[in-house]
């Protein structure tokens, strides 16, 4: 009996390892997510730890030859309404909050909200993700690859 309960003992100080070994990687290996929504051009960004100041603009990269090269995509930012004026250079992120901007609309200019640009047109097909920077430029969150059709 008393070989059994240390065998028992034995494989439950197991189990409990492999769980906490399973829990730690199911934390997120990143302070900032960009994730991806339902639709095409939606996005949310999401803080998992402290208080992060993010730039307010963000960047559209295009896959092109097997490299992320930046889409010349203007006017998205991490506005969450279309407003007369422009958004602050930083974007404060709460603790544990997420962000839902405005979606890109796939042009290059008009991306976010309407506005008057001579050279606008809708970004060629291909695959996309959109990038979100620190305001300081030292860490940057990319969201997982998509397709614009």
């Known amino acids: 009996m008393g070989q059994f309960r240390r065998q028992a ?4 100080a197991f189990l409990a390892s492999g769980f906490a070994i399973l829990v730690a990687r199911a934390q997120p290996s990143s302070p900032v997510s960009v994730e991806l929504g339902a639709r095409f051009g939606e996005f949310v960004v999401v803080n998992h730890g402290s208080a992060v100041l993010l730039n307010s603009t963000v960047s559209v990269e295009q896959k092109a030859g097997g490299r992320w090269e930046k ?16 958004p602050p250079k930083c974007t404060k992120l709460e603790r544990t909050a997420s962000l839902r901007p405005v979606p890109w609309t ?8 309407p506005s008057t640009c001579r050279l606008d047109g809708p970004a060629p097909a291909g695959t996309y993700r959109f990038v979100v920077t620190t305001c300081s430029g030292e ?3 990319a969201s997982p690859p998509f397709q614009k059709p």
């Open 106 to 113: 796939g042009s290059f200019c008009s991306s976010q909200c």
């Open 71 to 86: 889409a010349l995509v203007s006017n998205l930012a991490l506005r969450e309404a279309c407003a007369p004026s422009p």
């Open 9 to 12: 003992l034995v494989a439950a």
């Open 139 to 141: 860490h940057s969150y």
